[in-house]
Every structure is written in C-alpha cells, then in structure tokens.
C-alpha cells in the first residue's frame, strides 16, 4: 500500500443540522441511519474501500452520542483503535482500544476529538491540528455521500501541488425546466437537468500549509478558501458521478429509498 494511504480522513460531524430537525433534534445529523446504518458509516466504509482508515472525527452537537457509538461498536465488535481527544486537538488520557478480530472494519483507527458546540469549519480544522502529521490530509462532511474515485482524487491533489483541492460537482435542479417559445408554448422540457456552474461537494485534500490561514472562528468556506483561491493554491477536481448531500429530511428518505432498492452509486465496497 502507497505512502498516501496514512494520511488522516477529517470528517467535519459537529454541526446542528438545522434543517434536518426531523432526525437531528434527537441525535447529530452523522449518526441519522441510511439503511440502519449512519451515514457516518457508510462515508468511512467508501473511504477505507481506497485504503484510508484513519480518520480524525471533529465533534460538536450531540457530540457524546457519537462517542457512545463508537464505544458501543468496540464493545460489539472488537476491532477498532479508538483515542478520545480534547478540544485543544492533544491527546488525553482516555480509553484506547486496540484489536485483533476478522471483523471488516478491524484496521480502523478512530480519533474522536471534541472540537466546541458552536466553533465553524474552519475552527474545527484547526482544532485537529495536532493529530495531522503527514504532509497532507483528506476533509470531507458528515453529511454527503458520492462515488468518487478516492484515489484519483489524491494523484490530482500530488500532480498539480497546490495547497488545497476540493471536489466540484455540476448540481442537479430540483425541478424540471422549460424552454417557452414567444407564444408560451414548451418546445422542450427537461426533467431536473444539471444545472451551469459548479459548487463544492466537500471531499477535500489540503496540504498541512492550509493550517496557516485558519483561525478558531473561521468558516473554511468563506475566508480560507476565498483567500487560497486568489493566491492561485486551490484547485477543483471534478466529479462526473453521484453525489448527494443530506441537508433535509427529504434527502434523508431518498437516500434510504436508493438503499433499499439496491441502488446506492455510493456503495463502493463490496
């Protein structure tokens, strides 16, 4: 296996899923199920399918029940190394489990670090600063799911060596689109065609330089990445595939109903 596949997966899991309080008045938004399973789950298991099983948890609202999760499934399953952090990114002095089962997930290593309830993005990265010790690292939400090639997004990231790439997708309309002629009539309909434009569907490779233009109160997309783009050092990689992004309680059930009939393009793994 190639150098790249220590590098650490940071998954931003501490938002309050406003949008989504059907599900998330209860629990965080990255433990609501997709086939019984969280959506958490299924965004580590199509990371580990490329190899990358180290993965740097930020943790915010509802954060203790994602704690309990993975204290739960070791109890279940013997087969992860989880460290617990705290909110300054250095370790503590918590549990850590080590393993030796057959289980499918038994080479994960979870770092569990309790970033603030109400830090953004950006702040939440830098947090996790100290658990980052290659010279990048991957950065996805724990919210979206997609198909993409992991591994081809890292070679991009290497090839063109700026300090920051993200994965762009061309969104899909919610609804379908007319052409009208002058006298009102359709003379074509389009049912939810992609839309112009690109928007950032997360799944992000940073180098460690990235660490200089956050501060605790940052919104990685507003500033950071703004700033980055202007000193030509971010770059997008764009992705063809299936991608969705599980903002409201709607996407929540169409994801579930592309679990259920078997037709998950995210589901990578065998």
Known sequence: MDKSSGMKVVILCGGQGTRMREETEYRPKPLAEIGGRPILWHIMKAYAHFGFTEFVLCLGYRGNMIKEYFL??????????????????????????????????????????????????????????????????????????????????????????????????????????????????????????????????????????????????SVLEQEPLQKLAKEGQLVAYRHDGFFYAMDTYREYQYLNDLWEKNQAPWKVWK
Not at 93 to 114: C, I, M, R, W
Not at 159 to 185: C, M, W, Y
């Open 72 to 217: 739960n499934y070791h109890a279940m399953n013997s087969d992860f190394t989880v460290s617990l952090g705290s909110h300054f990114g250095a370790r503590v002095g918590g549990p850590t489990f080590e393993s030796h089962s057959t289980h499918e997930e038994q080479n994960y290593k979870v770092t569990l670090a309790d970033t603030g309830l109400h830090t953004m993005t950006g702040g939440r990265i830098k947090k996790i600063k100290n658990y980052v010790k290659e010279d990048s690292f991957i950065v996805t939400y724990g919210d979206g799911v997609a198909d993409i090639d992991i591994r081809a997004l890292i070679r991009f990231h290497e090839k063109h060596g700026k300090i920051a790439t993200v994965t762009t997708v061309q969104p899909v309309s919610r609804f379908g689109v007319l052409d009208l002629n002058k006298d009102g009539e359709v003379v074509h309909f389009a049912e939810k065609p992609k839309l112009d434009g690109w928007v950032n569907a997360g799944f992000m490779v940073f180098n460690k330089k990235v660490f200089d233009c956050l501060q605790d109160d």
